[in-house]
């Protein structure tokens, strides 16, 4: 099993909100990590959004719009990205990421579609 | 402004050695805040961190699980760079590579990119 799993797609309307999972492995606490997410657009690099451990641990990349925000949900052990407002150019793949047993795990990506 | 430039073949034949170095303006190797990485994309592997080399009074290095018998990454002060070295490939390590830099835990600069083929 991965130790960080996300759906492959998800699909929403311009306008609407975007919620996206990481669920981290069993036996990994989520509690105990920091989750990064990552954006990256067709044919770029990835670029940073944010990272959130919780309410009091958390970044805002640089740049990035305040309707991308961070989150956690205990009961699925997920860190979640969401995405309010919806715009055609949020479109791209989003990954997420942890600092696990000395190395960078990412999550296999989920694509967006802004339909 | 930080940039960094990638350089290397993009074609390797299976079981030999793949090679990349990772030019860096506007920062340093020897930075004591910040790390250098590798990391490569693949459509069946998504992205796949591979290591770092980074300085704190002395040079550090640590490497995924997945390729550390096969991986070297080492800095080259004197033309402020950082290469890649993986060995025995296979096409299974075929990929586009990224050179980055890990600053406050974080990818904020990435190179162009490198597309390589393992492939006779």
């Known amino acids: 099993q991965p130790v960080l799993t996300q759906p492959t797609s998800l699909s929403a309307s311009p306008g609407a909100s975007a919620r996206f999972t990481c669920t981290l492995r069993s036996g990994i606490n989520v509690d105990t990590y920091r989750i990064y997410w990552y954006q990256q657009e067709p044919g770029s690099l990835p670029r940073y959004l944010l990272r959130?451990?919780?309410?009091?641990?958390?970044?805002?990349g640089s740049g990035v719009p305040s309707r991308f925000s961070g989150s956690k949900d205990a009961s699925t052990n997920a860190g979640l990205l969401l995405i309010s407002g919806l715009q055609s150019e949020d479109e791209a793949d989003y990954y997420c990421a942890i600092w696990y047993s000395s190395t960078w795990v990412f999550g296999g990506g989920t694509k967006l579609t802004v339909l | 402004q930080v940039q960094l430039q990638q350089s290397g073949p993009g074609l390797v034949k299976p079981s030999q050695t793949l090679s990349l170095t990772c030019a860096i303006s506007?920062?340093?190797?020897?930075?004591?805040?910040?790390?250098w990485s590798w990391i490569r994309q693949s459509p069946s592997r998504g992205l796949e961190w591979l290591g770092r080399t980074y300085y704190r009074s002395k040079w550090y290095n640590d490497y995924a699980v997945s390729v550390k018998s096969r991986i070297t990454i080492n800095p080259d002060t004197s033309k402020n760079r950082f290469s890649l070295q993986l060995n025995s490939v296979t096409p299974e390590d075929t990929a586009v590579y990224y050179c980055a830099r890990e600053y406050d835990w974080n990818y904020d600069y990435w190179g162009q990119g490198t597309l390589v083929t393992v492939s006779s």
């Open positions: 959130y451990k919780s309410d009091s641990d958390k970044q805002q």
């Open positions: 506007g920062d340093s190797v020897s930075s004591n805040r910040v790390a």
